[in-house]
């Protein structure tokens, strides 16, 4: 037996057997079983160092396990952040798509049925100042509509009505102007004529601010 391993007791125990058996004192039965203590108490710290280090690693790999299903989870979480984001954009794009085309068409109608009723209800051609002064008037009042309305829209911090342009209403008016004022027309060909037009200048800018937008 290593005697390293045996406390100072134990050691100073031992020689006193030993001292004894050589003088025929202690029987060797009594020998044997010390020795048998001691080879017990061995064996018993032995279980209890290893199951200390048995529950250490299983401490250790359960807390990895642990960690492990944490990151996961927060891998799960995110990527459904990620998609709920994504829709929620996505719809807001699309939202915003359709308030436009919506305003321009607006737009579009609004000054059509103008043109409608300055051709078959007014003397064109004697009262063409009152009527120039109206296409102002109804162009700058449908354009600033469509301004409002796309005000109440905004996509990644700016609101869509920043992207209209004021040369846009100049061309409206120059389209019911030489629509309206076409000698050589009768009233249905006026109005078949500018519908044309401003539902192609409706449209275009419809896109530009769309593609502006997104």
Not at 28 to 49: N, P, S
Request: glycine share 4%; with cysteine.
């Amino acid at each position: 037996m290593n005697r390293a391993h045996l406390p100072f007791v134990v050691y100073a125990g031992m020689e006193s057997l030993i001292a004894g058996l050589s003088q025929g004192v202690i029987p060797g039965l009594i020998v044997l079983v010390y020795l048998i203590v001691v080879k017990w108490l061995d064996h018993k710290k032995q279980i209890r160092e290893d199951n200390i280090t048995i529950s250490m690693d299983n401490r250790i790999n359960g807390l990895t396990n642990h960690v492990s299903d944490i990151v996961e989870s927060l891998s799960e979480v995110s990527l459904l952040l990620k998609s709920v984001t994504s829709n929620i954009i996505e719809r807001d794009k699309e939202k915003c798509k359709f308030s436009i085309e919506l305003a321009f068409s607006g737009l579009a109608k609004e000054l059509s049925d103008f043109a409608f009723v300055t051709i078959f209800n007014n003397h064109i051609d004697t009262n063409s100042s009152i009527i120039k002064n109206n296409i102002r008037t109804a162009v700058n009042s449908e354009y600033y509509k469509v301004y409002s309305v796309l005000g109440l829209y905004e996509y990644n911090g700016k609101r869509i009505n920043e992207h209209l342009l004021t040369e846009w209403k100049a061309e409206l008016i120059e389209a019911l102007e030489i629509s309206l004022f076409k000698d050589d027309a009768d009233g249905l060909n006026k109005m078949n004529t500018f519908r044309t037009k401003v539902n192609l200048i409706a449209k275009n800018c419809s896109n530009y601010v769309y593609n502006n937008t997104f």
